[in-house]
């Protein structure tokens, strides 16, 4: 192939596009108002909310940054997937629990009823800005790839991604967004399968001699030690519990995953939900892996140059340049409809955030269609920031776009994160605790990760020992009565909140 579309790609590419904005219009049914809006209407099944956990977290940084890390180097990365073993108990037994009792509108009210309105404000501003961060890589990806295949610039596909999403994650609210994920996780997880077998059954030898090859060039092997006793040091062991703290930190605080579980006021719903997206993580996170060995070891049987250049684009390379008409198109489709799903799901996030953590927040007295006109402006404005810093981000050199993604997971939503677990797992902290532990913690954020040389798998940890060395310690500095104090508020109330 010459390494551009088929007549039958672009087909397939603009109709599938097509069948997604049918479906997030259709599933709304009627235009949603208030709660419905925001936490849906409690007809949306469990498995359903699950897969969108899974599609909101992996998304088209999976598809691609996964697989070239492997071809270019080892399966070093995977051992983050491991984290979810951390994640998962720390959600289910500490957080949840509390979440379900308080029946919460937003991840953020519960800084509010803990400590006070001035803490969900400050939650919500920082998630709002680390959701732009990421909704902006979600367009930054698909966009490279889509620009090696058609040739097309690249701040053209941004700007036709970014405004398609914007456009029909208003019409909906959670509803719609939910089920739009549900289609794209399937896709996604369907396509790289099927992808792996082409791939497969392009090899001599199939599985076995990916297997072969890849233990023989340590390609499932890496130099990096298993423990270092400076824990700021790169390690496997850094690696597992950095990440694992990092997605649990966005299981209990990160709005566009505490969003999903509110959508049920059922225990045993929001478990099960995390327990399936942990499995879908973990495998799917296997399969883009093996994928990446697998893609070395074809391109070692080609006997030819083997690709090079930055790991996001490999695969992407692959599916065009290697797979036959009409399936590289649907491959191709699934990833930009992909990202244009996730970045839905961040602008109803930050919209449902903006709208009930902040302007419901100063003027009570909103009305449900006056907050939902709020919401769907919110929606507008955040999608033309985030495009924007889309398109300065294709002219700059990020290196793995999953890397600089941990790290700006890392630093944002480990300061917020360790505020929650601030709360729920101590009966002492105030409010004036946390406020000055949260700026305190914010500096030595910045200071770690912009003045030091420290590994990004260690931000999330600083984050939490920081958050609760500072907010401990200010809130004892403090007469101020702390609001958990007779009030079913943490994680040792938990025999009264079941």
Not at 75 to 99: R, S
Not at 266 to 279: I, R, S, V
Not at 430 to 437: I, T, V, W, Y
């Amino acid at each position: 192939m010459d390494g551009k579309f088929a007549v039958i790609d672009y087909i397939i590419l603009f109709a599938y596009l097509i069948f997604i904005l049918y479906v997030g219009i259709a599933v709304a049914k009627k235009e949603m108002q208030g709660k419905e809006f925001f936490k849906g209407d409690g007809s949306i099944p469990w498995w359903v909310t699950s897969v969108s956990l899974f599609a909101t977290l992996l998304s088209p940084i999976s598809f691609l940054s996964l697989a070239g890390n492997s071809y270019l180097g080892t399966w070093e990365l995977w051992f983050a997937q491991l984290g979810l073993f951390i994640a998962m108990p720390v959600a289910i037994y500490f957080f949840l629990p509390v979440y379900k009792k308080l029946n919460l509108d937003t991840a953020y009210e519960y800084l509010e009823r803990r400590f006070d309105r001035n803490m969900r404000i400050v939650g919500s501003v920082l998630f709002i800005v680390y959701q732009v961060g990421r909704m902006s890589i979600i367009m930054y990806l698909p966009a490279i790839a889509l620009t090696a295949v058609t040739g097309i610039n690249t701040v053209v596909i941004i700007l036709f991604m970014g405004v398609i999403a914007t456009i029909y994650s208003a019409f909906g609210g959670i509803k719609s967004v939910l089920w739009t994920d549900f289609i794209q996780g399937i896709v996604l997880i369907g396509g790289g399968i099927f992808a792996l077998i082409m791939l497969l059954f392009s090899i001599d030898g199939g599985v076995s001699e990916v297997l072969r090859v890849g233990s023989t060039d340590h390609k499932f092997f890496t130099d990096t030690v298993l423990f270092d006793p400076n824990f700021v040091n790169n390690s496997i062991l850094l690696v597992l519990v950095g990440a694992g703290l990092s997605t649990a930190f966005s299981y209990i605080s990160s709005q566009d995953m505490v969003q999903r579980y509110l959508t049920t006021n059922d225990l045993k719903e929001m478990n099960k939900m995390t327990y399936l997206n942990g499995a879908l993580s973990l495998g799917t996170a296997t399969l883009f892996f093996f994928i990446g060995t697998a893609l070395y070891v074809f391109y070692t049987q080609q006997a030819g140059s083997m690709p090079e250049g930055k790991a996001d684009l490999i695969f992407a390379n692959f599916i065009v340049s290697e797979l036959p008409a009409g399936i590289s198109g649907l491959l191709i489709a699934g990833l930009f409809a992909a990202g244009q799903s996730t970045l839905s799901t961040g602008l109803n996030s930050v919209a449902t955030s903006w709208t009930l953590d902040i302007q419901k927040v100063l003027k009570p007295n909103i009305s449900d269609e006056k907050s939902t006109k709020i919401a769907r402006n919110v929606s507008t404005i955040v999608g033309i920031f985030s495009i924007a810093f889309a398109i300065v981000l294709a002219y700059s050199d990020v290196g793995s776009a999953y890397s600089w993604f941990n790290g700006l997971m890392g630093l944002a939503l480990g300061i917020i994160g360790g505020t929650f677990t601030l709360g729920v797992m101590t009966k002492k902290a105030n409010s004036k605790g946390a406020l000055l532990g949260f700026i305190a913690t914010t500096i030595v954020a910045i200071y770690v990760s912009y003045f030091t040389e420290i590994s990004l798998w260690a931000y999330s940890i600083i984050n939490l020992i920081a958050s609760l060395v500072f907010g401990y310690g200010f809130s004892l500095l403090f007469s101020e009565k702390s609001k958990a104090q007779g009030a079913e508020l943490t994680f040792y109330d938990k025999k009264k909140l079941g």
